[in-house]
T-cell receptor
Framework: DQQVKQNSPSLSVQEGRISILNCDYT??????FLWYKKYPAEGPTFLIS???IKDKNEDGRFTVFLNKSAKHLSLHIVPSQPGDSAVYFC????WGSGGSNYKLTFGKGTLLTVNP | DAGVTQSPTHLIKTRGQQVTLRCSPK?????VSWYQQALGQGPQFIFQ???????QRGNFPDRFSGHQFPNYSSELNVNALLLGDSALYLC????????????FGEGSRLTVL
């Protein structure tokens, strides 16, 4: 049973437009969420995170929104750039429940393609 | 500043064999976690090592074992390889056992024939 779901395997957007990547989770114990970006032949790199006590976190062009009641989070990239083309993974952990953010549960990823 | 380094980058084994993968954490990091990423899937947590002990473990059989050395480097061992063990094995490091961003290596691609 997948506890973190990224239902869109791929997304294509035009340069300069907004990219919205979605993620749903089923485990109500998850309280810390992260987005990782992965280029081919490289390991995932941390992008942005959000704690369950917040509903929004912003870092430059990247904003993550968390809707706890819907168990849904999204990553907004504005404006999108061709260099953003990569696989984006949503991940979650039970940090506050005595767990750690090392035991991350990942989604399957969404391939974002930003066209020039 | 060297990041997380893993070796080998690619290897091919046959069913029933054993494999050892190696990881050197990013400078200043003392905690290492291992993940398995099968084709088309997200990374799946195998286990975490801190102070040379396994601290947390995911849903993997005992065929998967590990070790952490005094210099914080780590090994992942898989015995009695199965075809389904074919995957990208990722090592991630951070400092301490509290909150921290995970830094991943490029991974070791294991193919089991």
């Amino acid at each position: 049973d997948q506890q973190v779901k990224q239902n869109s395997p791929s997304l294509s957007v035009q340069e300069g437009r907004i990219s919205i990547l979605n993620c749903d989770y089923t485990n109500s114990m998850f309280d810390y969420f992260l987005w990782y970006k992965k280029y081919p032949a490289e390991g995932p790199t941390f992008l942005i995170s959000i704690s369950s006590i917040k509903d929004k976190n912003e870092d430059g062009r990247f904003t993550v929104f968390l809707n706890k009641s819907a168990k849904h989070l999204s990553l907004h990239i504005v404006p999108s750039q061709p260099g953003d083309s990569a696989v984006y993974f949503c991940a979650a952990s039970e940090w506050g429940s005595g767990g750690s953010n090392y035991k991350l549960t990942f989604g399957k990823g969404t391939l974002l393609t930003v066209n020039p | 500043d060297a990041g997380v380094t893993q070796s080998p980058t690619h290897l091919i084994k046959t069913r029933g064999q054993q494999v050892t993968l190696r990881c050197s954490p990013k400078s200043g990091h003392d905690t290492v976690s291992w993940y398995q990423q099968a084709l088309g899937q997200g990374p799946q947590f195998i286990f975490q090592y801190y102070e040379e002990e396994e601290r947390q473990r995911g849903n993997f059989p005992d065929r998967f074992s590990g070790h952490q050395f005094p210099n914080y480097s780590s090994e992942l061992n898989v015995n009695a390889l199965l075809l389904g063990d074919s995957a990208l094995y990722l090592c991630a490091s951070t400092y301490g056992t509290l909150a921290g961003e995970l830094f991943f290596g490029e991974g070791s691609r294991l193919t089991v024939l």
